[in-house]
């Protein structure tokens, strides 16, 4: 193989290993997002608002509702990762804190198998 062959595979490499890092990494805060314990209804504050907001935001995200204007769609993340959609959206809806818990204790090179 030629250097600049080389070089260009190496870099497409480096490039994939770092969007597989970004996409893991958005769907952790995703789950982070589900798992917070939401705001009594009868809060008012500002707090709880964005709380709100940052939960709905999240679950839009992996309904799809922002695919046309996310700069990285769900469906496109676990594409990346290597991992079935459904699957993991099931996971982020049913149990937010046990996907977290179970991508927390993977070493990075086994987070792909989500």
Known sequence: MYKAEFERVEKLSASARIF?????????VTAMDLART??????????????RLTRETARRWIAGEYDNTAPMPFSLCCEALGVEA?????????????????????????????
């Open 20 to 28: 597989r890092q970004i996409a893991l990494e958005m769907i952790e």
């Open 38 to 51: 939401p705001p009594e209804y009868t809060d008012t504050s500002r707090g709880a608002h964005e709380s």
């Open 86 to 114: 459904d699957a993991v959206r099931r996971a982020l809806e049913a149990d937010p804190r046990g996907l977290l818990s179970k991508l927390k204790a993977m070493p990075d090179r086994d987070r792909r198998s989500v």
